[in-house]
């Protein structure tokens, strides 16, 4: 007899249910207060200059791209901010389109839009990245840039991607807002397309409230990024050719805080990792679900478990049973395709003028509807996400396991 469910009125496997989520903020401590108000006492909160200025936001440029493992890294206002300076700076722009996936957060699309070139979407695979086989279907004379979007701390098919953008003259612009630290194979994600956008947003695995990041290789194409985040000016930089810019420079508060969060990357992904593994190991041979596929195992930054029902109905009853027990689960943006909001579906934008869908240097023609990713929606509808903590304890990890075989004993 499989244990009654706490849905069903047994006892659930948690009394106090757990908490996942905003894993670099739940490891603020001293460190940031100190380096907060270093800020402060100094009056000096602009990253350029001030009556004594600190240089936290260059210092945390410095490290990140270290860390990361590229050239240049330029701090920005939010990983939507990172995006745009980083499409900005690719000069991928009207009549342009970007291959992005079906299932991602809206500032992915969203972005590309901004920039005023077309987002297309593309399928999803089993690792919840961008199926490559699908995005070679998608490639037309338009295309400039594919985005992979490295959801929830897991890598892409890299080695795929930058092949089919090699062969087809394309750039790659990473999104990683979720995937700080993440690896493919060896290398940093962020480190392996012409550019890297990460997030430095609340729920992410860093974390200064709002905050964001461009990293490359290319001296180019820092450059053309810099100016675009500051006026079209690069301080410091004699000569060049000024453009008008935007404003999505980092302030000294925000680059305080980035800074001592990243120098705790490498110690939160292994706090992640270390319930991430056993939890995992603890539910890999459960019958009835698929577990997520990880283009590449070591390489995955522990944010959260997610496997897969045979169908959806299945999902949403495991679901309902796994939140009675007091584990933290759910669907990645409803399970909805990014194509689903309005303001993509429907071609909002501001103005009437209608750009990029409706820009006379817009040769092609899109429209978006539900369905035109059918792969995408199926599985993500399917896909149950079980939300990770760095503070979570083996006993919470043995706790989620505990609750998934209940579960799974009950339904499957
Ligand atoms: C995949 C993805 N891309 C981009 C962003 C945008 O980041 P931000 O909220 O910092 O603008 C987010 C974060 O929320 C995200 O999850």
Known sequence: MPEKLAIEGGKPVREKPLRGGWPGAMMIGEEEKKAVLEVLENKSLFRYYGP???Y??????????????TRYALAVTSGTAALNVGIAALEVGPGDEVIVPAITFIASAGAVACQRAVPI????????????????KKITERTKAIMPVHLQGVPCRMDELMEIAEKHGLKVIEDCAQAAGAKYKGRRVGSIGDVGAFSLQLNKLITCGDGGVVTTDDEEIYEKAVRYHDHGFFRGKEGGEPFVGQVYRM??????????????????ISLLRRVYDRVIDGIKDVDGIKLRETPDADGVAGVSVCFFTEDIETADKFIAALR?????????YGGKPVYSLPQILHQRTLNKAGCPWRCPLYKGKVE??????PKAEDIAMRAIFIYLSPLYTLQDADDIIHAVRKVAENLL
């Open 56 to 69: 936290k936001v260059a210092q945390f440029e410095k490290e990140f791209a270290e860390f990361i493992g």
């Open 368 to 373: 978006y509807r539900m369905g035109m990713c």
């Open 251 to 268: 302030n000294e508060l925000s680059g305080a805080v980035a800074l001592e969060q990243l120098r705790k990357l490498d110690k939160i």
């Open 121 to 136: 979407f593309a399928e999803i695979d089993y690792s919840l990245g961008l199926d490559p086989e699908d995005v070679e």
């Open 52 to 54: 004594n200025p600190k």
């Open 324 to 332: 009675a027990e007091g584990i933290p689960a759910g669907r990645l």
